[in-house]
């Protein structure tokens, strides 16, 4: 079992990566933050899981443990294969899935594509009790969560997933001015200049 990865990024587009390491190139399904940030000719270190199949070795590789589990955890649910849980990591973060789990919420997994509403509610009934939010400690000088969360909603309506609009908002909120922390248009534009005119979307 491949358990862990790291070498410098050969390739990256949306949902995959090739990693050099030892001088072999390691094909890695990933969610779409890690394709989105992966840069070529730096290192990248991923924690993985090798699916094998009759008619294929698959790796998928995830940027924290947490992920990881989840994915685990996402193919124990009846009819959730590999590619549906890496959709579900891509679109939602570990807190988020645990959030609606928690909340016996299946909106957000009906959202996700290749997951139709009765998958979407076995995830919420089989993952009861499983998962949990984990417990993080704010940054000094962290911008109000209602400003992140609106930042966030205008990014998915952009285009982006909700997985990274919710990250990019985050991160960008932790380097504002007080100004900006209080203002969705302020925090808005530094979080858009932050991703840059390249940013992929989806």
Do not use: C
């Not at 579900?88 to 909340?103: K, N, P």
């Not at 909120?173 to 900006?180: F, L, M, N, P, S």
């Amino acid at each position: 079992m491949i358990s862990s990865l790291r070498g410098t990024v050969l390739h990256a587009v949306s949902g995959h990566v090739v990693i050099e390491t030892g001088g072999v190139g390691f094909s890695v399904f990933v969610p779409a933050d890690v394709a989105h940030t992966a840069a070529v000719g730096e290192e990248l270190q991923l924690h993985t899981n090798l699916i094998v199949r009759e008619d294929a070795l698959s790796l998928y590789g995830f940027s924290d443990r947490d992920e990881l589990e989840i994915f685990g955890l996402l193919l124990s649910v009846t009819g959730v294969g590999p590619k549906s849980a890496l959709g579900v990591l891509s679109h939602l973060t570990v807190d988020q899935i645990a959030e609606a789990v928690t909340g016996e919420d299946d909106a957000p997994f009906r959202r996700v594509s290749g997951i139709g509403p009765k998958t979407a509610k076995l995830i919420v009934v089989q993952l009861a009790g499983k998962v949990h939010h984990r417990v993080a400690t704010a940054p000094v000088g962290a911008p109000a969560t209602a400003v992140v969360d609106q930042v966030a909603a205008a990014l998915v309506g952009l285009g982006w997933t909700e997985r990274i609009a919710v990250e990019a908002a985050a991160q960008a909120g932790e380097h504002a001015t007080d100004a900006e922390r209080e203002s969705v248009p302020a925090l808005l534009r530094r979080t858009l200049a932050a991703m840059g005119p390249g940013a992929k979307r989806g």
